[in-house]
């Protein structure tokens, strides 16, 4: 009878969360997508379309970092601890990234994407099997997600420069093309000595 009482209290207490949640939802403060224009001497349009890039390429270095932590946990082979310890830095560098990038899109007066099924939703990143790939298929998906990191950073620095958005151009030129290039040559070095090992 006792616990009755108390699931039924609990039960009103998880509506009464619900519900206070679903207000909170309604009074957002400013919907995805919308700009909230600072006094940082640019053009309302290159906030809008610098923004609406800087999610994208902040949705694709989110899914970059956890297929990095992935491969960190799940990784096998004679060079286990190596790339155990190399995924793991590079997914500490996607950290880094991801909050340059986030609080760009926060200054442009832009709302940062931030959870998982939101990233998911736009992520031009290929989803991964939820088990175990081998090394070199590990190597190999890296490095096609850096690719798509990569072309997507230069065009939007491109588009960046092109409306004098300097601020963004620098984060994208100065930190998220340098780290990523650099990653990609230490992957690669793995992939290479995984091919001559006749790992693939
Ligand atoms: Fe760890």
Redesign the pocket.
């Known amino acids: 009878m006792r616990l009755e009482k108390t699931s039924g209290r609990s039960e009103e207490n998880v509506k009464a969360v619900a519900q206070t949640l679903e207000t909170l939802r309604i009074k957002e403060l400013q919907p995805y997508g919308k700009i909230v224009k600072l006094p940082i001497a640019l053009d309302e349009k290159a906030c809008v379309d610098n923004a609406g890039n800087l999610n994208q390429l902040l949705a694709d270095t989110i899914t970059l970092r956890d297929l990095y932590k992935k491969h960190?946990?799940q990784t096998s082979g004679p060079t286990f601890y190596q790339l155990?310890l190399l995924f793991?830095k590079h997914s500490e560098e996607q950290s880094q990234l991801i909050d340059l990038l986030a609080e760009r899109i926060q200054t442009l007066g832009g709302v940062a994407l931030a959870m998982a099924p939101d990233v998911a939703e736009i992520t031009l990143i290929p989803r991964p099997p939820r088990g175990r790939e081998s090394a070199p298929a590990q190597l190999s998906r890296l490095l096609h997600a850096h690719e798509i990191v990569l072309k997507e950073a230069r065009t939007t620095a491109r588009l960046a420069e092109g409306n004098d958005d300097d601020g963004t151009n620098d984060i994208l030129v100065s930190d998220v093309i340098r780290t990523n290039e650099l990653q990609v040559w230490f992957v690669s070095q793995h992939l290479a000595a995984a091919q001559q090992q006749g790992g693939l």
């Open positions: 960190h946990w155990h793991d």
